[in-house]
């Protein structure tokens, strides 16, 4: 099994250091669920409802946002630039260290 470090801020700016398994099929969502922070996730990881929304603070490239996505953000507050949903994006290696704040909640 491999997993790889990630911290997640959440919305009262502590961090948290997680370990999140990479074989497992998880997205980052499921990680914080995982760990009991604060993620709704309403739709259950359909990108449908935008309760999952974080901002993506290290440099990892996590790729294009899907149309799911990218549809799902454009109608939700509080977006920047670096906003994902959690639930598209997939616990990889490549993922190591990487470093997400939950968005407010709307």
């Known amino acids: 099994m491999t997993d790889v470090n990630v911290t997640i801020i959440d919305r009262e700016g502590v961090e948290h250091k997680v370990l999140a398994p ?7 969502m499921e990680v914080c669920k995982a760990y009991d922070l604060p993620v709704q996730a309403v ?49 990889t290696e490549k993922l190591e260290g990487l470093i997400v704040e939950l968005a407010p909640e709307e």
């Open 22 to 28: 990479t074989d497992m099929n998880m997205n980052l």
């Open 43 to 91: 739709c259950g990881g359909m990108a449908m409802c935008a309760t999952c929304q974080c901002y993506i603070i290290s440099d990892h490239d996590l790729g294009e946002r899907n149309e799911d996505e990218q549809a799902m953000l454009w109608e939700a507050q509080n977006v920047k630039d670096t906003s994902r949903l959690g639930c598209q994006v997939p616990i």
